[in-house]
């Protein structure tokens, strides 16, 4: 298999520990220094399977003036099918992102044609 140039670099992420996840887009992280800091979480949903108190996270540090909260939580370790353990996405943006430059690349032209214009959340009928 020969492999390309990525489409996009993720920043770095910091590991951590879920302490709680509370009001649908807060949760206390405790980092491995020690420091506890409150990250915003984008996934409103329930998270079954993936919110774990104690369990592994991963946030990343985004130094903004325009942002209240400077972490965001993008990840989560799991347990996997096959017993063992895997990180799992959380930032339910980064999908909308990670398939428009795939789209944007060209990468499923074969599966969807040419595609001119990617408009997001379009208000439907």
């Known amino acids: ?4 140039k990525p489409l996009l670099n993720f920043p ?4 951590g520990v879920l302490i709680k996840r509370y009001k649908r887009f807060l949760a ?11 990250a915003h979480c984008a996934n409103t949903g329930p998270m079954t399977g993936i919110l ?6 991963r946030i ?6 325009s942002r209240k909260l ?13 017993g063992s353990r895997c990180w799992v996405g959380v930032n339910t943006a980064f999908s909308n992102n ?5 789209i944007k690349q060209g990468l499923l032209e074969e599966e969807l044609g040419i595609v001119s ?9």
């Open 1 to 4: 298999m020969m492999l390309g």
């Open 12 to 15: 770095e992420l910091q590991e």
């Open 28 to 38: 206390d992280i405790q980092l491995v220094s020690g420091e506890i800091v409150t």
């Open 52 to 57: 774990y108190p104690g369990g592994k996270v």
């Open 60 to 65: 990343r540090y985004v130094a903004s003036p």
């Open 70 to 82: 400077k972490w965001s939580w993008e990840q989560a370790e799991v347990p996997s099918a096959d």
């Open 98 to 102: 990670l398939i428009g430059l795939v």
């Open 117 to 125: 214009d990617i408009k997001r959340e379009v208000v439907y009928g």
